[in-house]
């Protein structure tokens, strides 16, 4: 029997030595942790109920403190491989900001959801559509008020040339073939045609310039509602200069006509104040004149009743022997060293009725003022002033020619002595480039003796013999 226990015994004791790798080795670390405990437990509770709080308190402020060191190294080995710290990686980076404010982590994100295309509707293309509708209207517009003006000019031509071709041999040349035609009304622009009429004693020609309203333009359109203009129709006639004497005249409106005064050089030289023409019974309009005889010459009884019939179209006329155009600026007259050649011509502009809303049907309301015109060349051809009359204008066109050469040649004098200063700068430059001393020496000698000779008086020296 006791050989039988000691047999189990050492069997027991050999299955308990094994049993030891058979059991889970975090199930030993809990137990042992378990013993541990039961023994810190068994030794404190002999120190009875009032050592409890401190050991409590104790074991919180281990914890917090060992939280704070866990939180300063973590913090650390992120600052050690953030590249925003190494202050050699950027520059003008403040390590000392503070850091950005953390989303708190129970904050819920709200996830929007991005269309496929942002422009959904057809109200997102507002902008565009405007500014198609825009162009569509500029378009429509263009057309429109090209069509109306080649219709204005047509009907105005049609009605006045069975008139002009009675007077002109050639009425409507365009001067593009060697051989004259007859019947072409030039289109210069939109609103600009024009017609040249030639084969006429007395003169060299007739030009005549339809000026009518832009109405292609979609901006003059809208200018013209808010103030209002009328087509225009300026006619001048070149005289020939042996069938014109040498005057100056013009008939204006009293509101524009010192305005024309300061802009013709004509009228600024050769006119004196302006006059009202009451006493012809046109209240309406102001003459410039340079001879008293040539206005009452001109504005006879007829001539009068035609303007004040017509005073609805009629708007100036204006006879010059001496017409070379507007003045010329300061900046121009410095420039200028050739006297323009004056021409002698008749210039004459009327107005369409209708203050902008021109009918095909009122294209032919100038027809009575064109015979005007064409009286006018007839009778400025008999047109011969008195002697004192004729004495005074040439006076005056002398003194025009002679101030103009004093202009002038006070120009070439400037214009000379700016080529001195040049070529005396050029010397200079190149005696400063010069790198041989001995050269150089004898370049500023010659320059000397020049300069000296020029300024010493020149001498004539007389040779006489005995």
Known sequence: MLCFHIGVAESRNQDNE?????????????????????????????????????????????????????????????????????????????????PKSKIPSGAGLKITKVPVHLRAGWQAFYLELITLVGILVYAANFFTGKSKNSKLATAWFKSHKPLLEQHFSIVGDDGMSKEPQSGVLVKESESVYTLWCTGRQYCEGMLVELRLLKRHDLVSVISQMMRPKSETIKVTVYMDDEDMDNFVFALLPRKQASKYQKELQDLSFFCGEKKSADRFNLPNHSVLTESGEVTDFILSQQVCNIIKKYEDCFESLHFSDQFVGPKKDESEEEGSTKLKKPKKVLLFEFKIPGNGRTKVASMGATEPLVKMVLFFIDRIKSLRLGQQARQKSD??????????????????????????????????????????????????????????????PKVKSLKVRM
């Open 18 to 98: 094994f049993a030891e790798f058979d059991r889970d080795p975090d199930a030993i670390d809990d137990e042992e942790a378990a013993d541990e405990v039961d023994v810190e437990v068994e030794e404190d509770s002999t120190n009875g109920n009032e050592n409890d709080n401190d050991f409590s308190d104790n074991v919180n402020f281990d914890k917090e403190k060992e939280d704070k060191q866990d939180s300063q190294r973590d913090h650390e080995e992120q600052d050690e491989f953030d590249p925003f710290t190494d202050e050699e990686e950027f520059e003008g980076y403040n390590k000392d900001r503070s």
């Open 395 to 456: 006076k005056k066109r002398r003194e025009v020619e002679q101030s103009f050469s004093k202009l002038s040649h006070a120009q070439r004098q400037e214009a000379a002595q700016l080529r001195r200063e040049e070529k005396m700068r050029a010397e200079k430059e190149k005696l400063m480039a010069e790198e041989d001393p001995e050269k150089q020496r004898r370049m500023e000698e010659q320059m000397t003796k020049r300069d000296a000779k020029k300024r010493n």
